[in-house]
Each structure stands twice: as C-alpha cells, then as structure tokens.
C-alpha cells in the first residue's frame, strides 16, 4: 500500500527551495522521504566571490512544515454560517455557474451560500440571517466537517 504524502508538505518544500535560492532539499520522517532539486541557473562568474556564505538553517520539524498559517477563530461567531453536516463543500452548482456569494455581496436570511455534497446528495447551506459576506473561508472541493465556519456575514 503506497504511503499518502500530505501535499502541503511538497508545497511548504517547494517554497523552502524557492525562497532560499536552494538547489537541493531533503526531508525525511518515520513515513516517508522526500527529495527536491533543480538545476541552478546561475551566470558564469569571472571574479572571486567574496560574499559570505549564509548558514544552513536547522532542519524543519514536521509541525512546522504541516503548520497552516494563524487564522482567526470563528468557532463561536453569531456572524458565521456553519456546516451543517460533514461532507465537501462547493461555492457555485456547477464549475461553469458564478458562486452563489462573494466578498462584499449583501444577502438576505435563507439565501444559498454554498452547498454540501454529503453520500452524493448536494445540501444547500442558506444564510442564517442578513447582511454583508465579509469573509468566505473554504474554497471549492475543501472536505467540512459539522459546525465548521464556512462564511461570514456581518
């Protein structure tokens, strides 16, 4: 059975290689090992470089590469429209469609603002009161589970 390598990881490392100019990153835990090169597009250099070098910096544990960025809480928000089952959420009925809200719209209490598809039914998830979408916090084809913030109307 292949191991299920968490994609935030490789990305996290991606950006590690990319920030630091590196050309060679290895990471390795009890589950898997991951290995990311390029090649170096340097230009030639006709004089000695004279540049200290920048240390390597101390390898990066699991957690903080796992570690999403710091988010406000909106657990226990009156603002926020949670999920009301566990299932994936989608912000319009089809690819092709415009999301039922966006930053800034005005919606009125029982208005769609997303849907749930849970055992392949899709659940639309309304708008528990009035006034103005001011965040969305999922992203179409993010899973959910029960009671997660997904938008938030001020």
Partial sequence: MANSIDTKIISKLAEILDKNQLTGLNYEDESCKISLTREAHMAPSYAPVTTPVAPIPAPLTYEEIAEEPKTEDY????????????????????????????????????????????????????????????????????????????????
């Fill in 75 to 154: 657990t226990s928000s009156p603002n926020a429209v949670k999920s009301p089952m566990v299932g994936v959420v989608y912000l319009s009925s089809n690819p092709n469609s415009p999301t039922y809200v966006k930053v800034g719209d005005m919606v009125t209490e029982g208005d769609t603002v997303c849907l749930i598809e849970a055992m392949k039914t899709f659940n639309p998830v309304k708008a528990h009161k009035s006034g103005k979408v001011t965040k969305i916090l999922v992203e179409a084809g993010d899973p959910v589970e029960y009671g997660e913030p997904l938008v938030i109307i001020e």
